[in-house]
């Protein structure tokens, strides 16, 4: 990512709100749970709002692939998202198949985000060495 | 793909960082393409070979 050029820097204004309404849902959220526990339709429309700014940051992150206009910095983004996605779906799927046959423990399922940009980040910051 | 970027931009003094502005990509882009790491795009290749006023066959070589 290049967050000196003008998608680049509309990124990160687009990042920074999503962040903050992340942080903001899930404190009320959690709170909310834990002190006024919200009953029938509300208590879904609740549950569902810190995942609102996470899908926000998907949008946010295809809206930068998309108006990057550095076609090699696009082409490695593109590229390292799709090793993450495949790391991600393999990772999910031997942890899955590990729960099923009751050898470790059960993982939420939003950690599937948390470990998509982790290993996003293993994955650019080995290329970036790999590319000296 | 095999190019003379490198020896292009040093016979007008230009640092990867000064092509990269001309060209309006970044110098990582620019570090790729001269390393035969990444072959530029048709658009690409046509906006180098007419900022180094040549055609693009005595910049890039598919050897």
Do not use: C
Request: net charge neutral; charged share 20%; proline share 6%.
């Amino acid at each position: 990512m290049n967050s000196t050029s003008p998608a680049g820097r509309r990124y990160v204004g687009r990042m920074v709100p999503l962040m903050v309404a992340y942080v903001a849902a899930i404190l009320g959220v959690t709170w909310l749970f834990d002190n006024r526990p919200p009953e029938g339709a509300l208590r879904y429309a609740l549950a569902v709002l810190p995942a609102l700014p996470i899908i926000g940051v998907v949008w946010a992150v295809g809206l930068y692939l998309r108006e990057e206009t550095d076609e090699y910095v696009r082409m490695r983004l593109a590229e390292t998202s799709l090793y993450a996605t495949g790391a991600t779906l393999a990772a999910a799927s031997v942890w899955g198949f590990l729960e099923q046959f009751e050898t470790v423990p059960h993982i939420p399922l939003y950690y599937a985000f948390v470990f998509y940009w982790a290993a996003f980040g293993v994955i650019q910051g080995l290329r970036k060495v790999l590319d000296r | 793909m095999k190019n003379r970027l490198k020896v292009l931009r040093a016979e007008r003094d230009w640092s990867q960082a000064d092509l990269a502005e001309r060209l309006g990509v970044s110098r990582q882009s620019v570090n790729a393409i001269e390393t035969g790491k990444y072959d530029p795009s048709l658009p690409l290749a046509f906006k180098i070979a007419r900022i180094f006023e040549l055609p693009i066959e005595q910049i890039f070589e598919d050897a």
